[in-house]
């Protein structure tokens, strides 16, 4: 995606989803211990795989942290959300990529945004689909119109996954 990035995302597991994927993603939100083995994925040789979702640092205007990953009472599973700030070497899409098939996607398409630490930058928005997660890329062409004192907004948005 890009250099600092605010991940801000809430999604609910599958009740069948596999203890060892739960147990990482305890850990990734600083609410479990380190896994003895990981699965051989690409997400797991990424620089800051097993602290984005918990991170905070960032040496730009973009501040907070904010993350939980329950058990939620009434469905009986598992509901991560997220909100947390870190430098992004590909982690995001790859960590989507590899929880993709445990979504819970009855519950909810829109899984969440990224903003990049670019100025003027749009956020990215993360949906799930059945083929794959996409990441859709907001942006916003503005045109000042001095004779009607106004400004004209041109908002776009268009599939980023590949990028």
């Known amino acids: 995606m890009g250099d600092f990035a605010e991940l801000n995302t809430r999604f609910k597991l599958k009740v069948d989803t596999p203890n060892e994927v739960i147990e990482i993603i305890k850990y990734m939100t600083g609410k479990g ?44 599973c598992w509901e991560l959300c997220v909100r947390s700030v870190f430098r992004d070497r590909n982690e995001i899409k790859s960590f989507y990529n590899w929880v993709h098939p445990y979504i819970d996607n009855i519950w909810l398409g829109f899984l969440g945004y990224v903003v990049l630490d670019e100025v003027g930058e749009h956020p990215y928005l993360i949906y799930f689909k059945d083929e794959g997660i996409r990441f859709m890329k907001v942006s916003c062409d503005e045109k000042e119109d001095l004779a009607r004192d ?14």
């Open 33 to 76: 211990e380190e896994p003895a083995t990981l699965p051989n994925y690409q997400i797991f040789s990424t620089e800051n795989w097993d602290t984005m979702l918990r991170s905070f640092s960032d040496d730009t205007n973009i501040r907070g942290e904010f993350s939980f990953f329950e058990k939620h009472p009434r469905f009986d």
């Open 150 to 163: 106004e400004v004209l907004f041109n908002w776009n948005i268009f599939d980023a996954t590949g990028n």
